[in-house]
């Protein structure tokens, strides 16, 4: 009688996770991804809840727990990216973690990397090499590079093309 229990529960789970009205369209709860195209949903389809990328996977949109090798967003990612590389194409808020972090609109949060990069990021990047545009919060990095800072560097290498008082400078760099 367990056995069945328990075989009921996982079937009406994916159910529920595949074809949920709440998420109709084109938002599902979970994905399970081999590399784009193999995966149980096309890129064109937004996950809020769950990500499991074997070796790469994109989707439009991702909120919540992004895990795989590879990770990318076609748009916003609103969560927790962990895995070899992360790609976000829209904006970012949340915590990201791999060897190389690339948001390419506005992010916010945490990232921790080998590379990180952000076109306009706020919060805190932790990595050897942390590069962005506009940047404003705590980067600890051996080498530091923004055109623009509103906060502090901490690295070998700091750089802050267009800032005041200094456009570089070793071991911190600060502009407020």
Not at 103 to 126: C, D, H, K, P
């Amino acid at each position: 009688m367990k056995k069945w229990s328990i075989g009921l529960m996982a079937i009406a789970f994916v159910i529920f996770c595949f074809h949920s009205p709440v998420l109709a369209g084109d938002t599902k709860a979970v994905n399970l991804s081999l590399f784009d195209p193999v995966q149980i949903f096309d890129a064109d389809t937004s996950i809020k809840g769950f990500r499991l990328n074997l070796i790469y996977g994109v989707n439009q949109n991702m909120t919540g727990l992004d895990i795989g090798l590879g990770n990318h967003a076609k748009g916003n990612m609103n969560g927790v990216q962990l895995g070899l590389a992360n790609i976000v194409e829209g904006d970012f808020k949340g915590w990201q973690t791999s060897l190389a972090n690339v948001v390419y609109g506005s992010g916010a949060g945490l990232q921790i990397g080998v590379y990180n990069y952000g076109e306009s990021f706020r919060g805190m990047q932790l990595a050897a090499v942390n590069h962005t545009k506009k940047f404003s919060g705590l980067a600890i990095g051996a080498v530091n590079y923004t055109e623009i800072l509103n906060g502090l560097q901490i690295g070998v290498l700091n750089f802050n093309w267009r800032g005041e008082p200094l456009k570089f400078f070793p071991i911190f760099n600060l502009s407020f």
